[in-house]
């Protein structure tokens, strides 16, 4: 039988533009590459890595753990560890639910953990809203999943509440408001902008969201349909 041996989401995938970014910038040591997230290699801690590497396998108490399996979700102290950092950056409470360390994960970098939020949550067609420009490997992850990404306009404070409003709207008028899934902001020191978004401008982001997801609510009531999931996350 004639034909690609790949998966749909195989034929959708095209080569990453990171790839070629990274390659260029490790054949060529002259470049000065500013694109592909290379650290400077002077600037890399080796010798920190060093020193807690061995303080880590001094003994069989503190040396075993780091290499044996942990738990799916990953290490407790770790996770109630990121919670109190992410409630930090926020000048948020500690306490408050969003902090919880039950609603951390541990992934290996965070393109692991966008790949398998994006497989939970979306399907070919459904729509996810993004800041413009937006981090552009997760784009690539979007397109291979055939997933629609609609640009929303950045201030210098984050993303545009207005225009937000506008596309929620615009996609209420064109009847495509039960394909909106999420919308994806990389909220802290964005890539490419630098931009954090204030947990000011991300609460009422939600807000809007929730207005237009209880709007769409009622319509999926009345057409029979059931609930789709909520609309929101960050990175
Ligand atoms: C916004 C954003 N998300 C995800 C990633 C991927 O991160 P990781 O290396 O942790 O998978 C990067 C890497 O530069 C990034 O800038």
């Not at 067609?125 to 420009?133: A, C, K, Q, T």
């Amino acid at each position: 039988m004639k034909g690609s041996a790949l998966s749909q989401l195989g034929r959708r995938t095209a080569e990453p533009a990171i790839t070629w970014l990274m390659r260029e910038a490790l054949v060529r040591p002259g470049l000065i590459s500013l694109a592909a997230g290379f650290t400077d290699n002077p600037s890399l801690p080796v010798e920190i890595t060093r020193d807690i590497m061995a303080d880590m396998l001094r003994s069989g108490k503190t040396g075993q753990p780091p290499l044996q399996y942990g738990t799916t979700a990953g290490d407790e102290t770790l996770r109630a560890l990121t919670a109190r950092r992410l409630a930090q950056l926020d000048g948020q409470s500690p306490k408050a639910k969003a902090y919880s360390p039950s609603r951390m994960m541990i992934t290996h970098g965070s393109q692991q953990f966008l790949y398998i939020l994006t497989e939970i949550l979306f399907d070919p067609g459904d729509i996810v809203l993004v800041e413009d420009p937006s981090y552009f490997v997760y784009l690539g992850i979007m397109q291979s999943h055939g997933i629609r990404g609609r640009g929303i306009r950045m201030e210098a404070d984050g993303i545009d509440l207005a225009h937000l409003e506008a596309t929620l709207e615009a996609l209420k008028k064109s009847g495509e408001l039960p394909r909106l899934k999420a919308l994806y902001l990389v909220s802290y020191h964005c890539n490419p902008t630098g931009t954090t978004t204030a947990a000011a401008k991300k609460a009422a982001a939600l807000k809007l969201l929730r207005r237009y997801e209880a709007a769409r609510r009622s319509s999926d009531l009345f057409a029979g349909r059931r609930r789709l999931p909520r609309a929101a996350f960050c990175r």
